[in-house]
Structures are given as C-alpha cells and as structure tokens.
C-alpha cells in the first residue's frame, strides 16, 4: 500500500482495515483500494492531524461501490469539530441521495 502523506489516524469498527489516503495532482492517476465488507458492513474513519488539515478551497472525493442494499450511507466528510458542516452520500429505496 503506497502512502504520500504523514502516517494518518485511522480506527475501523466491524473489521480491521488500513486506509490509503494520498495527496496528488490532478495530472496523477493512482490504483484505488478495495475493501469488501460482510453482511455486518463496517466503518472507516479518517481524522487529520489538527495542525495538518488541507485547504479547503477545493476538495476532492473518489468512491464507487457496488451493493445490493435497499437504504445505506455510503459516504460522511464532517468538517471540523464544533461547526456541524458534513457531506453525506446515501442510499435510499435504491437511490442514491446527497
């Protein structure tokens, strides 16, 4: 697994995982990462170090997923603590929804 930014703070529940987080140009294309879930689903989560947090100008997000699930959150990005900002992708009655 390659990794071009500091080691990050990562915890996983329901399985045990390792994140791939990278930080690159528009103009690089790296190998994505696979994580196949049970039936029991799991969760990763991501937090940047306090003093090391992007810019948030402009962010980017690359998922794809493949489920059979008839509701199910997908994605959550919460912004940082205390300002109650997030993005959420989830699945409802097999749509997906912002």
Known sequence: MQR????PRASVTAEALNINISKSSDSQ?????TYIFGRGGALITYTWPPNDRPSTRADRLAVGFSTQLKEAILV????AKGLGDYLELHIVRYRLRG
Not at 29 to 33: L, N, P
Not at 76 to 79: A, F, H, T
């Open 29 to 33: 294309h790296g190998s994505g990462t």
């Open 76 to 79: 959550r990005v919460e912004s």
């Open 4 to 7: 071009n930014c500091r080691q």
